[in-house]
Nanobody, 121 residues
Framework: QLEDSGGGLVQAGASLRLSCAASERTFSSYSIGWFRQAPGKEREFVGFIGWRAINTNFADSVKDRFTISRDNDKNTAYLQMNRLKPEDTAIYYC????????????????WGQGTQVTVSS
């Protein structure tokens, strides 16, 4: 079970940190991906972090503004979003896979319920 939190309404240029909390003690064995879905659009890849936090990867649209980290002792992953833009407005989801992290949402087995991020201009 994954629980997303930390979304909200902010102005352009602001920062937000999303959290993805897992109830499983095996959280440290899972790679975590972040995805987002804007109204009328398909779910798109934002970034991922491997289970050892050594490898991360980001979509071109966010790679200079977003970072991902994880605290395996707290069973939590984080998406730090800086210099937010109106086009970042979407529902953000975290997802977990026991296998190699991927940009493909179909590769993930577990999903959070999503948290709304709204960026005003």
């Amino acid at each position: 079970q994954l629980e997303d939190s930390g979304g909200g309404l902010v102005q352009a240029g602001a920062s937000l940190r999303l959290s993805c909390a897992a109830s499983e003690r095996t959280f440290s064995s899972y790679s975590i991906g972040w995805f987002r879905q804007a109204p009328g659009k398909e779910r798109e890849f934002v970034g991922f972090i491997g289970w050892r936090a050594i490898n991360t990867n980001f979509a071109d649209s966010v790679k200079d503004r977003f970072t991902i980290s994880r605290d395996n002792d707290k069973n939590t992953a984080y998406l730090q979003m800086n210099r937010l833009k109106p086009e970042d407005t979407a529902i953000y989801y975290c997802a977990a896979t026991y296998y190699q992290p991927s940009r493909n949402p179909g590769e993930y087995d577990y999903w959070g319920q999503g948290t709304q991020v709204t960026v005003s201009s």
